[in-house]
C-alpha cells in the first residue's frame, strides 16, 4: 500500500507566479478530494472528483484555482496569480467506493509559501 | 460558521491515564464521524468512525461515543501512550470531510 504522494511536498513562489501541485491517490480509490489547511484551523474542502468528474467545488475555490483529474487517476491542482492568501498547506485525500461513508486518506500535503 | 466545534485548543494528560477528547456539531443531518491523528509535518491520519446509527464504537485503545441528542462526539484514549502526543480532528463526513479546529493532545511521562 503506497498510499496518497503529493508532489512537491514545498513550494516557495512570489505573489503573481502560478503553481501547479500533484496528487496521487491509492490506486484503486476513485474518490479524490483537495483540501487546504491555514495556521490553526482544521483542512478545508476545496473540490473533489468520482473518476475524472469533478463533483463539486467550494465557494473557497475561486476563479484563479482549477483541479483536473484528466484520467481518473493522478489529479492536479493549479493557482493561478498566487497572492499572500494562498499560503497555506494543501492536502489531498482519496477514498474507496461510491457511498460517503468511507474513510479518506490523506497525503502529507504541499506547503505553499508566498513572498 | 463552525459546523464542527472542538473548543478545547490543547489537552496535557498523564501517560497511562484516559485521555478524553469532546467535539460538538451543529447540523442533525450529519450521519457520519470521524477522527482524524495529525503529526507535524504529516497528512492526517483516519483513526476511528462512527455512524449515526449507533452510540459507541471501540477499535482497541480507542472508542467514540456519539450522543445524537446532544449533538456530541468524544473520544477515550485509554491507556494513554507517548505516541498519542498529536493533534486531533473531530470531523463529519458528507461526501467531503467538515473538520474541526483540532485538539493538541500531550501525553506527559
Known amino acids: 500500500d503506497t498510499g496518497v504522494s503529493q508532489d512537491p511536498r514545498h513550494k516557495i513562489t512570489k505573489r503573481g507566479q502560478n503553481v501547479t501541485f500533484r496528487c496521487d491517490p491509492i490506486s484503486e480509490h476513485n474518490r479524490l478530494y483537495w483540501y487546504r489547511q491555514t495556521l490553526g484551523q482544521g483542512p478545508e474542502f476545496l473540490t473533489y472528483f468520482q473518476n475524472e468528474a469533478q463533483l463539486e467545488k467550494s465557494r473557497l475555490l475561486s476563479d484563479r484555482f482549477s483541479a483536473e483529474r484528466p484520467k481518473g487517476s493522478f489529479s492536479t491542482l493549479e493557482i493561478q496569480r498566487t497572492e499572500q492568501g494562498d499560503s497555506a498547506m494543501y492536502l489531498c485525500?482519496?477514498?474507496?467506493?461510491?457511498?460517503?461513508?468511507?474513510?479518506?486518506?490523506f497525503g502529507d500535503g504541499t506547503r505553499l509559501s508566498i513572498l | 460558521d463552525q459546523q464542527v466545534k472542538q473548543n478545547s485548543p490543547s489537552l496535557s494528560v498523564q501517560e497511562g491515564r484516559i485521555s478524553i477528547l469532546n467535539c460538538d456539531y451543529t447540523?442533525?443531518?450529519?450521519?457520519?464521524f470521524l477522527w482524524y491523528k495529525k503529526y507535524p509535518a504529516e497528512g492526517p491520519t483516519f483513526l476511528i468512525s462512527?455512524?449515526?446509527?449507533?452510540d459507541k464504537n471501540e477499535d482497541g485503545r480507542f472508542t467514540v461515543f456519539l450522543n445524537k441528542s446532544a449533538k456530541h462526539l468524544s473520544l477515550h484514549i485509554v491507556p494513554s501512550q507517548p505516541g498519542d502526543s498529536a493533534v486531533y480532528f473531530c470531523?463529519?463526513?458528507?461526501?467531503?470531510?467538515?473538520f474541526g479546529k483540532g485538539t493538541r493532545l500531550h501525553i506527559l511521562p
Open positions: 485525500a482519496s477514498s474507496l467506493g461510491q457511498r460517503s461513508n468511507q474513510p479518506q486518506h
Open positions: 470531523a463529519a463526513q458528507d461526501d467531503k470531510i467538515i
Open positions: 462512527i455512524s449515526s446509527i449507533k
Open positions: 447540523n442533525s443531518m450529519f450521519d457520519y
